[in-house]
């Protein structure tokens, strides 16, 4: 049986085709790389942002229309938040829910052999030392929870992804161990909120990162995005975890408004100062600390002002990373009762935003020129040449190199979004 896979969305979703490849591979199955050669055909779906829908419904269409004789099987966010509008869209379709992964082999036999499966719901399926097939050998994405705690009033991710369910220390240890011994030099730890680790089990994320750094080799670790309000009450420990020389010097923590009453009417649970206090704390032990944060433009309720109060604070943050999304209702959320601001205001606050992100980046990356930095390859480049990550997980492309080694480069170019390094004498 050849099936092919499509991926959508985030590294966590990443990392569930990863698995899907890996359990059907075992099952007998074969992933193929184009749906032409394909038996099956696998969406696995992003719903988060509006425009991401709208590419994922067009590609559903498409497949649906170019190989109208091959099993469809939808799996992912869109599943379990808008099963009504997959009704429409593919009537045929089989699906696979995104707590629901664990049974993509029995899922694809059933659907071969002429059965109409849909499963979904939150199982409390784990999902750690599973059989995957990883895109990029040399990264190993470890998922350490899945769900959140948050009722962010504009996300409908948590409709598809439900309560949350933390993996056990041990099992997620044993995942890192037998990534490093299959040759990955990069670990990257994902969650909907990794800061949330634990907080189910009484187990925390700075103990886990301290388990993954006590594994013997040369590996990189790097921590996915964190909820401000959940990581103050293990704040010091996970500062002195990212302090381990395994540990990418890079934290995300997402803004979403500099505005204090636009992060209450959001449902955020943190206010700007708490924020501030996080980041400081962070720059503070570990100053060479790169910074990644994310802003929504033009919430509902956001006017001019609560706008202005958004530049400001990343005038403040000066971060190196900057992910802007420009607001749109989302099925099921409170925020879509609301009326969306004009269109037109929307843009032009997101070009303005934009602009600010360019010009802070552009000078942040200005300041690592001709430094020494040590860089750790994981990618070819599309366009030629090596990428690696600095300590701070800044990309550096190089012309010649091995990939999985440490490299001492000079930094000889800077550009808003990455370095060009030459390797020193």
Same mark, same amino acid.
């Given at each position: 049986? =050849? ?7 985030? #590294? ?15 099952t ?43 099993? /469809?099987?939808?799996a ?43 499963e ?6 784990? =999902? ?13 994405i ?27 220390v ?42 993954? #750094? ?28 990212f ?9 995300? /923590? ?9 992060l209450s ?5 943190h ?5 501030l206090?996080?980041v ?21 309720t ?14 403040e943050i ?26 037109q ?11 600010? =992100?360019v010009?802070i ?14 860089? /750790?390859?994981t ?15 800044? #990309? ?5 190199? /091995? ?17 060009k ?5």
């Amino acid at each position: 049986m =050849k099936i092919y896979m499509e991926t959508f969305g985030c #590294t966590f979703n990443q990392a569930d085709s990863q698995i899907m490849a890996g359990l059907l591979e075992e099952t007998g199955g074969k992933i193929v790389k184009s749906p032409e050669e394909a038996d099956v055909i696998i969406i696995n779906t992003c719903y988060v942002k509006q425009p991401t829908e709208q590419k994922i419904t067009n590609r559903i269409g498409k497949m649906q229309a170019q190989f109208p004789q091959k099993k /469809l099987l939808i799996a992912g966010c869109m599943v379990d938040i808008d099963p009504e509008k997959l009704k429409k869209l593919a009537p045929q379709a089989g699906w696979i829910g995104a707590r629901r992964i664990n049974s993509a082999p029995e899922v694809v036999e059933a659907v071969m052999n002429g059965h109409l499966v849909r499963e979904i719901g939150h199982g409390d399926d784990v =999902k750690t030392c599973l059989p995957r097939k990883r895109s990029n050998p040399l990264v190993h994405i470890l998922q350490i929870c899945e769900g959140c705690l948050g009722k962010c009033s504009y996300c409908c991710t948590r409709f598809a992804r439900g309560r949350l369910q933390s993996y056990p220390v041990s099992l997620l240890r044993a995942e890192a161990e037998q990534a490093v011994a299959d040759g990955c030099v990069e670990i990257q730890l994902t969650a909907q909120d990794t800061a949330a680790y634990g907080k189910d089990t009484g187990e925390n994320l700075s103990d886990l990162i301290n388990q993954i #750094t006590s594994i013997e080799g040369d590996f990189r670790i790097r921590v996915g995005m964190m909820h401000p309000k959940n990581i103050e009450d293990d704040l010091e420990a996970i500062i002195t975890s990212f302090k381990n020389e395994k540990v990418y010097n890079f934290l995300h /923590l997402p803004l979403q408004s500099g505005s204090n009453q636009i992060l209450s009417d959001m449902n955020r649970g943190h206010t700007v100062e708490e924020y501030l206090d996080i980041v400081n704390h962070f720059r503070t032990e570990i100053p060479e600390l790169s910074l990644a944060t994310d802003v929504i433009v033009g919430y509902p309720t956001e006017d001019d002002d609560a706008f202005q109060d958004t530049l400001d604070v990343i005038q403040e943050i000066y971060p190196d990373f900057l992910h802007i999304s420009k607001y749109h209702h989302r099925p099921g959320t409170r925020s879509s009762l609301l009326p969306e601001i004009d269109h037109q205001t929307m843009k032009k606050r997101s070009r303005q935003l934009n602009d600010l =992100k360019v010009d802070i980046a552009t000078a942040n990356n200005r300041k690592l020129r001709d430094t020494h930095q040590k860089i /750790l390859i994981t990618d070819k480049g599309s366009k030629g040449g090596y990428i690696g990550r600095t300590n701070s997980y800044k #990309t550096v492309v190089v012309e010649e190199a /091995l990939l999985g080694a440490f490299l001492d480069v000079e930094i000889t170019h800077s550009l808003s979004t990455y370095l060009k390094g030459k390797i020193s004498k």
